[in-house]
């Protein structure tokens, strides 16, 4: 269910995505009424449950649930099983979600492959968030690449294209398509994570309807490729009357990577780094423009300037987040 068969690095932008998701539950455990060590974990681990990892080490965090649907992959989880504490679940995500009832504080990641399953990956956010309380936390990936959809293959001009993909997303969507906001315009490469992010927060805020006090607040939307372009966007559900108390606690509001009012996700295309040349660029950092650095380095990155640059600026974005991969004798 969660690309369980691409190793972990070959997909830096992915990991910089998942280093930033803990660097902001770091930011939200600031909050008075929130103990992220007292959360359930709940999300979909691959073969491998790196995120399970990653978050049971920084947190502590003991109450924890891997979902898979693929019973080879399940067979793995059993065996790479790093923690007794995380229970693994041979389970699909929507049977999961239908059975599921709240009794902790609780962080759920779904994270979604299939581009053809849009439709149902959505409503089983939507029906997710439906069961949640106040500071509860949701995280959703979903495949944003445009030629998913409808490939650029097609011998059909540029704007035939664009109108053919707005038309197979309003399709496969129905009533949680926002047709008012999705535009045409959007249904390129660049600004298709635009266009599913305005998809999520029209569902979630249908998904909320009728419940006056609590509302989904988004925190972070990404969008990053290691292969097909992926979006993800992070929330948490709060009471409108602690809005601003939640904020002046975390100051999510002022970090330099959150999106709380649904602006275009911000991208993750990080140059493929030799170490010399990371510790180079690192030893320049934070206070050097992306174009100075690369004006000292005297290459580029991709073969036109603009991308190699818009590359580094990302890198300079999220340096902080950037995995080291390397190979080690055990």
Sequence with gaps: MSGASIPYHLRPNKAIDRYAFIELLS??????DCDISQYKYVGFGGHSLEDFKYIHSRFG???????????????????NQPHNCIDCLHQSSD???????????????LDYVKPSDLRKQIEEFQATISKLEPLDIVKITVNSHPASYVPSGTGMDSFTLKNARIEKLNTMLGDIFPSADVTVDMMT?????????????????????????IY???????????GQQMLTVTGILLE??????????TNIDKWELSNINWKDPRRINVPDLTIKERLYIDSRLPNSQAKAIQDELGFLFDSKESVSIEMLETYTMFYRQSPYF????V
Excluded at 95 to 109: A, G, K, L, S, V
């Design 27 to 32: 930011k939200v455990d600031r909050y008075r």
């Design 61 to 79: 965090i003991c109450n924890m649930i891997s979902i898979e649907e693929d019973a080879e992959v399940y067979n793995r989880q059993k065996f």
């Design 95 to 109: 049977n999961f979600i239908n059975e599921f009832q709240r009794t902790d504080p609780t962080i759920i990641w």
């Design 189 to 213: 490469e660049k600004r298709f994570p635009e266009a599913l992010c305005l998809v999520l927060k029209y569902a979630a805020n249908l998904a909320m309807v009728g419940q006056s006090d």
């Design 216 to 226: 989904f607040q988004s925190l972070t939307a990404f969008s990053y490729a290691d």
């Design 240 to 249: 409108n009357t602690k809005n601003q108390e939640f904020f002046n606690q």
């Design 326 to 329: 390397s190979r080690i004798l």
